[in-house]
């Protein structure tokens, strides 16, 4: 990745402290607070309350507009790129192997996706040619405990190989496939398919696996609800964070989908963010729906995913909490989190 100078990681670095205090400070101290005031643990009560907590106010604030300004002011990410334009699209319009990336032509993003700057990233993920440059850069500072490696590809994969050993794998939304290299190189000797919505995602992923010498990947752009490929054709189909950038009808769709697409014995692994029953944590997770543009974050948690998993025609479905860094589920750690789970299901 292109360095883009010493202010620019100063500027960012500043962000991050500002969220590591959010997430390790300020956070423990609202949760403090609100058991402290409210004697009825109920979510409306926990809302109602906090209508007029000054710390929840500076707590939202800042979770808003830290985002906002990773993306965008003089040092943020999108205007700091706009010098490297031409150099930037020139590499992504490099020559690749065939059949490495497939792009449609003329090809349409749900508009789900497109009618609303998901996670603040300015434009989406779709329409700039920049934007795989900018969502990956955006990545390396998604949450405060989020560490500039795959870490937690390699956490999730570590738990997929304990349930299966796939040589075909399917990993919808793929985006600019952070999360699809780790499985190529986990299961050399198979094959790993990435799809997503985004063009210029996916030209970024292909030329990343180009110049990483991975020969047994491909990208291809489509819709993961509804997708080209022959049935039975996978042992794995995985995502990682796409269902909460989905409505509740088009999760069935793809889970539905991946039922189709997998082989007999195969498995569907889906890593993605649930809340639980408790009152302020839901409060604190759909907050940070509506504060990060994440919709369908909410819907989620409340469609019943295991259900849709079963209704599907998968068995032994389970949603486990997923453990994103190291003591992370532990009872001694206050600091904010995202609620990671891991949905899994086997087709018979």
């Keep these: 990745m292109k360095p883009l ?3 620019f990681d100063a500027y960012q670095a500043f962000l991050l402290g500002c969220k590591t205090y959010w997430s390790n400070t300020l956070y423990p101290q609202v949760k403090s607070e609100c058991y402290t005031k409210n004697d009825e643990k109920s979510f409306d009560a926990i809302e109602n309350s906090s209508r007029d907590n000054v710390t929840y106010q500076y707590y939202s604030y800042l979770e808003r507009h830290l985002q906002r300004m990773k993306y965008s ?8 790129h706009e010098p490297f334009r031409p150099e930037l699209e020139q590499k992504l319009d490099e020559n690749l192997p065939k059949n490495l990336l497939t792009l449609q032509n003329n090809f349409e993003p749900p508009s789900y996706f497109t009618a609303i700057d998901i996670h603040q990233h300015p434009g989406g993920t779709c329409g ?101 490929f022959s049935s039975a054709s996978f042992d794995l189909v995985t995502s990682t964070m796409l269902l909460h950038e989905m409505p509740p009808k088009a999760i069935r769709k793809l889970i539905r989908e991946s039922f189709r697409l ?8 889906h890593l993605d963010y649930l809340t639980d029953d408790d009152p302020f944590n839901q409060f604190i997770h759909f907050g940070h729906a509506q504060r990060n543009n994440e919709p369908f974050m ?15 025609g998968f068995k032994d ?22 609620p990671w789970i891991i949905v899994t299901g086997q087709r018979p």
């Design 317 to 338: 479905v389970k949603v486990e909490p997923f453990e994103e860094a190291p003591n992370a589920l532990s009872p001694n750690n206050r600091a904010w989190r995202f």
């Design 73 to 80: 002011g003089r040092y943020g990410i999108v205007p700091m």
């Design 262 to 269: 997998l082989d007999n014995g195969g498995y569907a692994i």
């Design 128 to 228: 700039d040619t920049l934007a795989g440059f900018v969502y990956e850069r955006g990545s390396r500072s998604m949450w405060p405990g989020g560490s500039k490696d795959r870490g937690l590809h390699s956490r999730f994969n570590a738990i997929v190989k304990s349930i299966c050993e796939p040589q075909r794998v399917l990993d919808l939304g793929c985006g600019f496939g952070k999360s699809t290299q780790p499985f190529a190189e986990d299961f050399p000797g198979g094959k790993v398919l990435g799809v997503d919505v985004s063009a210029p995602c996916l030209k970024l992923a292909a030329l990343t696996a180009y110049k990483n010498q991975l020969q047994n990947i491909q990208y291809h752009q489509c819709n993961a609800e509804n997708t080209p």
């Design 298 to 312: 909410k819907p989620l948690s409340e469609m019943g995913l295991g259900n849709v998993m079963q209704d599907a």
């Design 5 to 7: 100078g010493r202010r």
